[in-house]
């Protein structure tokens, strides 16, 4: 916090009180009690009686200098790193961005002259201050720097190794080189993130990293190309791949320790126009949610899948695209069943999360244990439950349908569109539809949506938008007062609004940097059948999947694009979000 004199304190203080952000007596009682040469303004501070944001905004009403919340601010990386981290910490400044050849500049103390000047010497531009918080300026650099440092330092000695003419032996790059550093930060990063993949991309002049967050890809960094070869000659290193061959696909894994957290780390490397590409997968297994509700999945699908994992045989299938949850629904089914009663055997490719109490099996195709293979392997091991992490073929297919027929009950995934797609799928496969009717238990359907972030507003939705509220869920909404607490309870979201032609309520969450577009997290959409007897004629017949949908509809079955729809009428998501997964869908 800036110095301020007895006079500029007393004016703020009196501010915050007019403005019914302190209260009066409070604020008096401390101004009597500090003495002469101390601050009243800190020890209210320290008594929680303010804050330091309260304290920056008033103070730049009263200078009449533009304020800044910095928790609602996205900055880009390339605009951080228009001040050095050094200076940034030294006079606690933060660059917000260039316009017409000004840098808006967001400083703690905006009187402080010689920082000005300081600043606008180093980047060579006028400079506009911007009033903030100390405790918000301190938060931004520390969250926004040092992680980069390690790669900055591995392009500057990478770009000086090549002025002077050196060819450094991929080989001899060890553990502590600056491009190890640089991989290092960028893992870090991803991590912190709780991002689910890093892409680094070869372009004709650059080389572009990128990270999937909360499922949608965000770059961070663009490198010079010439860093390119020894980064990924490091991975290949790590990953034990051959790091001369460039013309065929690879893939490997290893572990990282990260914050005292293991990540298992899946690597595809690929040959591109401009190099080669990799894709890491990060597998957090300390961050992964092993319940179904918090997941996500509440009310009728709900009851439907705990009502199927119930029974001692038959199949549990989860359909969607890649990157759609499907194995982490999968492992918190399986959690909810799990006990020492039984013997529960899973063949996985890979074995995302380990699990203690289950026997788990990694595929391996170059020692010639396939899904198939490893599936006949489990069936003579005595199991209960069996996990295939992935129907591929009619192979597999067929000998899952086996093992359910004869007494198993099995857990797999498909990819398909939809819950009702799975059904087709599995004969276009060659499964006998009366073996597929007599085994299947419950199908499901699922997609992944961005969260809506804590910090967030509210809105009465437009024509467009309630109109389309109204098509797809208005005949499930409730219809009177009287129905809300029944109907919420049936499809598990609390205080669902009566259904109305004017307009809805519905969230969006406050961008910021760590929240981009205002989502954090993650939740699922899920659609649930169950094979009944009137579904098994329609398979026996060859239905078609829209046909299937119609009678589970009928049925009480929820859709995907439905769930979603209550989801953001609960807060969870945004109609933005239901059509950017699932605008395939009805």
């Not at 020692?367 to 198939?372: E, K």
């Not at 499930?476 to 029944?486: G, I, R, S, Y």
Request: hydrophobic share 40%; proline share 4%.
């Amino acid at each position: 916090m800036a110095l301020l004199t007895k006079e500029a304190e007393n004016k703020i203080s009196a501010l915050l009180v007019a403005e019914g952000l302190a209260d009066g007596n409070l604020v008096n009682s401390v101004s009597s009690e500090v003495p002469v040469d101390q601050s009243v303004l800190a020890e209210l501070i320290k008594r929680g009686v303010i804050n330091d944001s309260m304290v920056a905004r008033a103070t730049a009403t009263l200078i009449n200098v533009p304020y800044v919340e910095l928790k609602n601010v996205a900055i880009d990386q390339d605009v951080l790193m228009l001040i050095p981290q050094e200076a940034q910490s030294r006079v606690l400044a933060i660059p917000l961005g260039d316009k017409d050849g000004v840098l808006n500049v967001a400083m703690a103390d905006v009187t402080n002259v010689q920082a000005t000047d300081y600043l606008s010497s180093l980047v060579n531009r006028p400079i506009r201050v911007w009033m903030s918080s100390e405790s918000g300026i301190r938060e931004m650099i520390e969250k926004n720097h040092g992680d980069f440092s390690g790669v900055t330092e591995a392009v500057r000695e990478t770009n000086a190794e090549e002025a002077a003419g050196e060819q450094k032996d991929v080989k001899t790059i060890v553990q502590d080189s600056p491009i190890s550093k640089a991989l290092t930060t960028i893992l870090s990063y991803a991590a912190k993130t709780k991002a689910s993949d890093i892409h680094i991309e070869p372009l004709e002049g650059s080389l572009i990293i990128r990270c999937r967050i909360d499922g949608v890809l965000r770059k961070i960094m663009d490198l010079p190309k010439n860093v390119a070869p020894a980064l990924v000659s490091r991975i290949k290193i790590l990953s034990n791949l051959k790091i001369d061959e460039h013309r065929i696909p690879q893939d490997g894994q290893f572990t990282v320790l990260v914050d005292d957290k293991e990540i298992d780390l899946r690597i595809a490397i690929s040959p591109v126009t401009w190099g080669e590409q990799v894709v890491i997968r990060l597998l957090d297994k300390s961050g992964m949610t092993m319940d179904i509700e918090k997941m996500g999945m509440s009310g009728r699908a709900l009851r439907t899948v705990l009502e199927g994992i119930k029974k001692p045989n038959g199949m549990i299938l989860t359909s969607g695209p890649t990157g759609s949850g499907k194995s982490t629904t999968l492992y918190a089914l399986i959690q909810q069943i799990k006990s020492e009663a039984i013997n529960i055997v899973t063949l996985e490719d890979p074995v995302e999360y380990k699990m203690d109490g289950i026997n788990q099996i990694q595929v391996n195709v170059d020692a010639g244990l396939t899904f198939a293979s490893g599936l006949r392997s489990i069936l003579r091991q005595d199991p209960d439950v069996v996990m295939v992490g992935e129907i591929r073929d009619s192979e597999t297919a067929g000998l899952a349908v086996q093992a359910a027929l004869t007494g198993h009950l099995v857990f797999s995934t498909l990819h398909t569109n939809s819950a009702a797609g799975i059904l087709p799928r599995l004969l276009d496969m060659g499964i006998e539809p009366f073996l597929l009717a007599s085994t299947l238990n419950v199908v499901i359907g699922q997609r992944l949506v961005r969260r809506i972030t804590e910090k967030r507003e509210t809105y009465k939705s437009s024509e467009i938008e309630t109109s389309s509220i109204n098509d797809l869920i208005g005949d499930l909404l409730p219809k009177t007062d009287a129905d809300v607490a029944k109907v919420s309870e049936d499809l598990g979201y609390p205080g669902l609004p009566v259904k109305n032609d004017k307009y809805y309520m519905l969230s969006k969450g406050m961008a910021t940097k760590e929240t981009p577009g205002g989502y954090k997290g993650r939740a699922g959409l899920y659609e649930t059948i169950e094979v009944d007897e009137d579904i098994q004629k329609l398979i026996i017949s060859h239905a078609t999947s829209a046909e299937i949908m119609r009678l589970a509809k009928s049925k009480g079955t929820v859709t995907m694009r439905q769930d979603g729809m209550l989801k953001v009428l609960s807060g969870i998501t945004t109609i933005e979000e239901v059509n950017r997964v699932a605008s395939d869908l009805t």
